[in-house]
């Protein structure tokens, strides 16, 4: 390969959306021409540059209610739709503080998991996004706000039959801005909030059992990736709008890392 | 699941997403404002059309028709495509031009000022791409364009955007202070 054509594809490169035989190529380009690998390395510090300093416009209060407002203005408008949401029976029964039904399903965790399918993951992985969205909807997205493990783990502690591992990324550009309880596959489950660039990561951390499938590593459901790890002890599913890879390799180093004293 | 149950389950979670987008787009919190409003609507009209595809791209594709339709009747000028020459005369921190000089005033710049100077067809990628982190397959369906040109309207966007005279007048320092 030479310059012109390593020069047309770096910007693709970059973006990990070469085919594999290009990306190939480039690689072995970039490894031969210093020119080329200083332009690669410029087009990574645009990057960095654009994603930590460009704002991600946030959209303001007023027009989320407005918008509110207009979805039901038109529901007013027409006859009410039969509703059956069964998940957010679940969820007001849960937030309503009833913690009593853990004890019954505690059993249930190990006998449950041991028939976990496909299917089943991908229940989990759908179940997960619908929670990351009702928290981001409801404004509910963080019941202890801090960025001390000393105080997240404690407090997802005491209110689990297990204490999750709880660690800031801050240094690595993802900072721990709290955490809460939510209510994956029938058991109440520790929620890890971190941010990154205005984007939220909600980590979902669960014991690690040798009962359970393993989850695909990766899905994407309703725009949302879901990305799955193991490591610490624990089983660790990250759901955020940032991109796969990004969210791949975040949710790889929690559950390796998060575990460290 | 009737479309009000739709619309707000799955469309409404990237509301964030769709004023972003606008907000690039149009430069201006209220015409933002606007498209998104406009946008929802028509959302909320079509969402018996979403079917299992992927809601967030689903909903930035009616977003960006909200803000084409928006700029068609408010600013239609703006929606010409610009050649590459034009964008070159505009963006050379060589030319004579006395506007140039301003531009290299340092501290009046920031690193938004150099993304919206960008022409709207490289505006929109770039912004799909690094702020909302979509792959290209999610952006060419967005912007309703191939992915090849996806490729090659980003390629382009992050050149310009190298050697746009804001960019180089703000340096590297990480200034932090958008607007």
């Given at each position: 390969m030479n310059c012109a054509d390593a020069s047309t594809l770096l910007s693709a490169y970059t973006d990990g959306e070469t085919t594999m035989l290009q990306g190939h190529s480039v690689k072995r380009h970039l490894a031969s021409c210093p020119n080329c690998a200083g332009a690669y390395d410029d087009m990574l510090a645009l990057r960095a540059r654009l994603r930590t300093q460009a704002p991600r416009h946030a959209a303001p209060p007023e027009l989320r209610a407005r918008v509110l407002a207009t979805l039901d203005a038109v529901r007013a408008s027409t006859p009410p739709p039969a509703r059956p949401r069964v998940r957010s029976e679940r969820w007001r029964w849960l937030s309503g503080g009833a913690f009593a039904g853990c004890a019954a399903t505690a059993l249930a965790w190990f006998v449950g998991t041991a028939v976990i399918d496909w299917r089943a993951n991908e229940d989990l992985a759908l179940e997960a996004v619908t929670m990351h969205v009702h928290a981001t909807l409801g404004n509910q997205q963080i019941q202890v706000a801090s960025?001390?493990?000393?105080?997240?783990?404690?407090?997802?502690?005491?209110?689990?039959?297990?204490?999750?591992?709880?660690?800031?990324?801050?240094?690595?550009?993802?900072?721990?801005?709290g955490g809460r309880i939510d209510y994956l596959d029938r058991h109440p489950v520790a929620t890890l909030v971190y941010r990154v660039r205005n984007h939220t990561i909600d980590v979902y951390v669960r014991p690690e059992t040798a009962t359970r499938a393993t989850p695909l590593a990766l899905r994407t459901i309703r725009g949302f990736n879901v990305a799955?790890?193991?490591?610490?002890?624990?089983?660790?599913?990250?759901?955020?709008d940032v991109n796969a890879d990004e969210l791949t390799a975040f949710v790889q180093k929690v559950a390796r890392e998060s575990g460290m004293p | 699941m009737s479309d009000h149950t739709t619309f707000e389950q799955l469309v409404l979670p990237h509301l964030d997403a769709a004023y972003n987008l606008a907000r690039w787009l149009a430069r201006d919190t209220h015409d933002a404002e606007d498209v998104v409003q406009d946008a929802c609507?028509?959302?909320?009209?079509?969402?018996?059309?979403?079917?299992?595809?992927?809601?967030?791209?689903?909903?930035?594709?009616?977003?960006?028709?909200?803000?084409?339709?928006?700029?068609?009747?408010?600013?239609?000028?703006?929606?010409?495509?610009?050649?590459?020459?034009?964008?070159?005369?505009?963006i050379d921190p060589s030319s004579p031009n006395p506007e140039h000089e301003a531009l290299r005033r340092a501290e009046m710049y920031s690193l938004s000022d150099a993304i919206e100077a960008l022409p709207l067809q490289y505006r929109e990628v770039l912004v799909l791409r690094e702020l909302e982190e979509m792959s290209y397959k999610e952006i060419a369906r967005v912007a309703d364009i191939p992915i090849g040109t996806v490729m090659s309207r980003l390629a382009r966007a992050r050149a310009l955007l190298q050697r746009s005279p804001m960019l180089q007048a703000i340096g590297g320092q990480a200034t932090g202070s958008e607007r």
């Amino acid at each position: 390969m030479n310059c012109a054509d390593a020069s047309t594809l770096l910007s693709a490169y970059t973006d990990g959306e070469t085919t594999m035989l290009q990306g190939h190529s480039v690689k072995r380009h970039l490894a031969s021409c210093p020119n080329c690998a200083g332009a690669y390395d410029d087009m990574l510090a645009l990057r960095a540059r654009l994603r930590t300093q460009a704002p991600r416009h946030a959209a303001p209060p007023e027009l989320r209610a407005r918008v509110l407002a207009t979805l039901d203005a038109v529901r007013a408008s027409t006859p009410p739709p039969a509703r059956p949401r069964v998940r957010s029976e679940r969820w007001r029964w849960l937030s309503g503080g009833a913690f009593a039904g853990c004890a019954a399903t505690a059993l249930a965790w190990f006998v449950g998991t041991a028939v976990i399918d496909w299917r089943a993951n991908e229940d989990l992985a759908l179940e997960a996004v619908t929670m990351h969205v009702h928290a981001t909807l409801g404004n509910q997205q963080i019941q202890v706000a801090s960025s001390d493990r000393h105080t997240v783990k404690p407090w997802l502690s005491a209110r689990l039959d297990y204490s999750p591992p709880v660690r800031d990324f801050a240094q690595d550009g993802f900072p721990l801005v709290g955490g809460r309880i939510d209510y994956l596959d029938r058991h109440p489950v520790a929620t890890l909030v971190y941010r990154v660039r205005n984007h939220t990561i909600d980590v979902y951390v669960r014991p690690e059992t040798a009962t359970r499938a393993t989850p695909l590593a990766l899905r994407t459901i309703r725009g949302f990736n879901v990305a799955h790890a193991t490591g610490s002890g624990m089983d660790w599913l990250a759901v955020s709008d940032v991109n796969a890879d990004e969210l791949t390799a975040f949710v790889q180093k929690v559950a390796r890392e998060s575990g460290m004293p | 699941m009737s479309d009000h149950t739709t619309f707000e389950q799955l469309v409404l979670p990237h509301l964030d997403a769709a004023y972003n987008l606008a907000r690039w787009l149009a430069r201006d919190t209220h015409d933002a404002e606007d498209v998104v409003q406009d946008a929802c609507i028509r959302a909320l009209k079509y969402a018996g059309s979403l079917h299992g595809s992927d809601a967030r791209a689903w909903f930035l594709t009616i977003v960006r028709n909200a803000f084409y339709d928006w700029l068609g009747r408010n600013r239609p000028v703006e929606i010409v495509h610009e050649d590459d020459e034009k964008i070159a005369a505009r963006i050379d921190p060589s030319s004579p031009n006395p506007e140039h000089e301003a531009l290299r005033r340092a501290e009046m710049y920031s690193l938004s000022d150099a993304i919206e100077a960008l022409p709207l067809q490289y505006r929109e990628v770039l912004v799909l791409r690094e702020l909302e982190e979509m792959s290209y397959k999610e952006i060419a369906r967005v912007a309703d364009i191939p992915i090849g040109t996806v490729m090659s309207r980003l390629a382009r966007a992050r050149a310009l955007l190298q050697r746009s005279p804001m960019l180089q007048a703000i340096g590297g320092q990480a200034t932090g202070s958008e607007r």
